[in-house]
């Protein structure tokens, strides 16, 4: 049973540039939400996906947009970088909606230099 | 929306002792409560959760209660390891039932 999967797992970026990151959620889950983690902090809620649309959005500027495939995996896509996006860029699957148990991914390892 | 905090910041004890690690939220609309352990470069990985339907989770030597009329739940850990030496957030989820809204977490410490 494959758990969430994510890659990169590091990458770095130069300030202005565009990154690509990729999700594949637990086997059996439908919903992607894309979270970042900011050193020293606990995971902010960017948006999450469900049938290939975006169902809900944290407080993220809309340099940060997304997509979820037909198989459920999702990209999280983010424009002109800034230094202030260096963070850990976590998925995470569940099922449905509701209080359904929520999976993580190793994370994505994103520097902005 | 959602606001959840937690307490302590970090937290030392000794091996053996027990840990316990209070959280607060402010939608009385939640209904579902994490909690994550995140060891250095690693994901938050799902240690115990609880839903608004009951008042205690046991699993082994972790523990999760919950008061939804003051609106806390707590994290007991019995007879510490040093293995459980990491860094746990409680998380909430939003009245929409989308977004899981963590604390800022507590650095557990657990001395030999």
């Known amino acids: 049973d494959a758990g969430v999967t994510q890659s990169p797992t590091h990458l770095i970026k130069t300030r202005g540039q565009q990154v690509t990151l990729r999700c594949s959620p637990k086997s059996g889950h439908d919903t992607v939400s894309w979270y970042q983690q900011a050193l020293g902090q606990g995971p902010q809620f960017i948006f999450q996906?469900?049938?290939?649309?975006?169902?809900q959005r944290g407080n993220f500027p809309d340099r940060f947009s997304g997509h979820q495939f037909p198989n459920y995996s999702s990209e999280l896509n983010v424009n002109a970088l800034l230094l202030g996006d260096s963070a850990l860029y976590l998925c995470?699957?569940?099922?449905?909606?509701?209080?359904?148990?929520?999976?993580f991914g190793e994370g994505s390892w994103l520097t902005v230099v | 929306g959602e606001n959840v905090e937690q307490h302590p910041s970090t937290l030392s004890v000794q091996e053996g002792d027990s840990a316990v690690i209070k959280c607060t939220y402010s939608?009385?609309?939640?209904?579902?409560f994490p909690w994550y352990k995140q060891e250095l470069g690693k994901r938050p990985q799902l240690i115990i959760d609880?839903?608004?339907?009951?008042g205690e989770k046991k699993d082994q030597r972790i523990a999760v209660t919950l008061n939804k009329t003051a609106k806390h739940f707590s994290l007991h850990i019995t007879e510490t390891q040093p293995e459980d030496s990491a860094v746990y957030f409680c998380?909430?989820?939003?009245?929409?039932?989308?977004?899981?809204?963590f604390g800022k977490g507590t650095s557990l410490l657990v001395t030999p």
């Open positions: 998380a909430a989820l939003s009245n929409s039932g989308y977004a899981l809204n």
């Open positions: 996906y469900y049938e290939e649309e975006e169902r």
């Open positions: 609880i839903r608004s339907n009951v």
């Open positions: 939608d009385s609309a939640s209904n579902y």
């Open positions: 995470a699957s569940s099922l449905g909606q509701g209080p359904n148990t929520i999976y």
